[in-house]
């Protein structure tokens, strides 16, 4: 199970930490990532980390503001987003894939509910 959290109002130009809790698998194995959906579009990549927190990477359009990390201790892993834009609203997803940290959704294999951010112009 996974779960996020951390979601929010905040606006344009500020920063938001989500997090997302992991249970009933073994967390350490496991490699993690973010997509958002916003309204009328398609769930889109964010952000993967793998197993050991020691690889990641980003989407184009968050590269340079947001930062994936992940504690395996805590079984959490984290997005942290600077320099929100109106355009970062979405609900965002965490997931987990056993094997791989691509872009693509289906390469995922557990995933959470969502948690929404909003930014204001």
């Known amino acids: 199970q996974l779960q996020a959290c951390g979601g929010g109002l905040v606006q344009n130009g500020g920063s938001l930490r989500l997090s997302c809790a992991a249970s009933g698998l073994t967390f350490s194995t496991y490699n993690m990532g973010w997509f958002r959906q916003a309204p009328g579009k398609e769930r889109m990549f964010v952000a993967a980390?793998?197993?050991?927190?020691?690889?990641?990477h980003y989407a184009d359009s968050v590269k340079g503001r947001f930062t994936i990390f992940r504690d395996n201790a805590k079984n959490t892993v984290y997005l942290q987003m600077n320099s929100l834009k109106p355009e970062d609203t979405a609900l965002y997803y965490c997931?987990?894939?056993?094997?791989?940290?691509?872009?693509?959704?289906?390469?995922?294999?557990?995933w959470g509910l969502g948690t929404q951010v909003t930014v204001s112009s």
């Open positions: 980390v793998n197993w050991s927190g020691g690889s990641t």
């Open positions: 997931a987990a894939a056993r094997y791989g940290m691509g872009a693509k959704a289906i390469g995922y294999d557990y």
